[in-house]
């Protein structure tokens, strides 16, 4: 499944400063589906390079980063739950606070 | 040749007379000009009085001056008179006059909002210029809300400025907040965020938050018309070395700049009551590819602990909170000074100064990070970045070691390790870890090149 990943308001560096990662993820065997769930493990082992615990807490993403699937906060698509479909993008945002 | 020079003293004299009767005729313009002002102005008055319901733009509170003042408002369909009216009925608070409140305030003033507020407790720098339109020069060490609110009045004497030269607390918070219809959040740290939106949850007032770091922005607007507040999002805070600093990271002036640009325009909407405010969606803006995204977020949260439907968040409460101890970052947007090291693993900039001078064989690291280096370093310095710092140890060694042969000394003694940095933070980190990998004699320099720049070497650029 082709998804398209993107980092921002600081995360990037948590993976070499790259912004958008064009990235190709299956679901797990015996798995029909990839839930955000699993891509955030995988995001976790596969892209994230320094410092994974500016990324997540416990099994979702720490306080403060804002994930949207499609554009759209994933609290309206079921969280962890959400179920991504080929060529979905998940933007992955910290909260900024300068100013 | 005399005759040329007697016809170019004849016309000089002509030119000067034309430019005195020139002068004279204009004088005689401006005066009638003025005549007839003051005549379509009691005219105007009359026709006020006689044509009350008329649609001259008499019955709708503006006075001439204002009609054309805000005339390009009023042509706008969509915005008018009416959307006019609301706006100079009514009154903004600017928390923060920095890179974000400099273009929210110039806008909101020239507007015509009728009220404006602005808090700050900071003065001007040098180094808030480069952002910060709203300031100048001349301003530099004076109160930025003095500074701004001259701007702002130079701009439009008719829109009344507050100036509130305190810093935003729990315990002024609710007396400021309450005198206003709407917010600007302008400020440069997560617990005054966390503050402000509690605030305005408290007195049922809308919320313009905006952000901006390096080259990166973020826009929305809180707790208005049943949309989500900024604890509906964030109900834990983020971890405190998740919250960079534009003083630490840098930032582009003019990224603040458009989201403080959009901020005014947000406020102008909620204000006027015209267009949809960006209540429940997120405007991302990522200046270096030119990107702006608008996403849409979740809707309030009935657990949200300010305004959820148990929410218990009262004005009581509120001034209880402590907003530096739940966000573990203080409140003031002063430097973190972090005290890592005992007083003998560490040596003040003046007593490091004296070794130099002394010539003590030794080797000083500096554990900024190579893009710090690059704007300016001490010259006998060299640069291993913190965080290359553990996979660089023999580069260490090898420097001791050539600066004890340099300098000739016997086996016995050794090159001293010194470790600087901006701020004299990561040089404590860089020495522990250093103490840590067999380097128990590196000292960090209390202060770094800051403290060098004050106590020893003034001419020393600090950034
Ligand atoms: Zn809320």
């Known amino acids: ?99 | 040749m005399e005759s040329n020079g007697v016809e170019a003293s004849r016309i000089r004299q002509e030119i000067d007379s034309l430019n005195a009767n020139k002068r004279n005729i204009e004088q005689q313009i401006s005066a009638l000009e003025a005549q007839l002002h003051q005549l379509e102005v009691n005219s105007n008055a009359v026709c006020t009085s006689s044509f009350s319901n008329g649609d001259l733009g008499s019955s709708n509170g503006l006075s001439p001056d204002m009609i054309y003042r805000y005339s390009r408002h009023l042509l706008l369909p969509s915005f008018g008179v009416q959307g006019q009216a609301n706006l100079l009925k009514s009154s903004v608070l600017v928390i923060g006059a920095g890179g974000l409140g400099s273009p929210a305030l110039l806008y909101l003033a020239a507007c015509g909002v009728g009220r404006i507020g602005i808090v700050d407790h900071d003065v001007v720098e040098l180094n808030n210029l480069q952002r910060q339109i709203i300031h100048t020069e001349a301003y530099i060490g004076k109160s930025k809300v003095e500074s701004a609110a001259a701007a702002c009045r130079s701009i439009n004497s008719s829109t009344q400025i507050v100036e509130h030269k305190e810093a935003f607390r729990t315990s002024n918070a609710l007396e400021i907040v309450s005198k206003y219809d709407v917010v600007v959040d302008a400020t440069d740290n997560a617990p005054s965020r966390y503050m402000i939106n509690d605030c305005c949850v408290v007195l049922g007032k809308p919320l313009i938050s905006g952000a901006a770091l390096g080259l990166e922005g973020q826009l929305t607007v809180y707790n208005y018309n049943g949309g989500p507040c900024y604890r509906c999002l964030f109900p834990t805070p983020p971890p405190t070395n998740a919250c960079q600093r534009c003083a630490d990271s840098g930032v582009l002036g003019v990224v603040p700049g458009v989201i403080g640009c959009l901020q005014a325009l947000e406020a102008i909407k909620v204000a006027s009551l015209v267009g949809e405010p960006l209540s429940g969606r997120m405007l991302l803006l990522d200046a270096l590819s030119g990107r702006i995204r608008n996403v849409k977020l979740r809707g309030r949260s009935l657990q949200c602990e300010a305004c959820g439907d148990h929410a218990v968040l009262t004005r009581q409460t509120f001034s209880d909170f402590d907003y530096a101890k739940f966000t573990q970052t203080p409140l003031s947007t002063g430097p973190l000074t972090l005290n890592l090291l005992t007083p003998d693993d560490r040596i003040s900039s003046t007593e490091y100064s004296k070794k130099v001078a002394e010539g003590e064989a030794h080797v000083l690291v500096d554990v900024r990070p190579a893009h710090h280096y690059k704007i300016v370093s001490l010259p006998n310095s060299r640069n291993i970045p913190l965080s290359t710092l553990e996979g660089r140890l023999s580069e260490i060694s090898a420097a001791l070691e050539e600066e004890a042969k340099r300098r000739t000394l016997d086996g016995g003694s050794s090159a001293s390790l010194f470790v600087i940095c901006r701020r004299g933070n990561d040089s404590q980190r860089a020495v522990q870890l250093l103490h840590t990998l067999g380097f128990t004699s590196a000292k960090d320099i209390i202060g770094g090149l800051e403290s060098w720049s004050h106590n020893v070497d003034p001419k020393f650029p600090t950034y």
């Open chain 1, 1 to 99: 499944m082709q998804l398209t990943l993107e980092f921002g308001g600081g995360l990037e560096l948590l993976c070499d400063s790259v912004k958008i990662h064009n990235i190709n993820v299956d679901p797990q065997d015996g798995e029909k589906q990839l839930t955000m769930k699993n891509l955030l493990s995988w995001v976790c082992t596969n892209v994230i390079k320094e410092r994974p615990e500016m990324f997540m807490k416990g099994d979702s993403v720490r306080p403060g980063v804002l994930v949207l699937v499609n554009d759209t906060d994933w609290e309206l698509s079921g969280q962890l739950e959400t179920v991504l479909e080929e060529k979905d993008n998940v933007v992955f945002i910290s909260t900024l606070h300068g100013g």
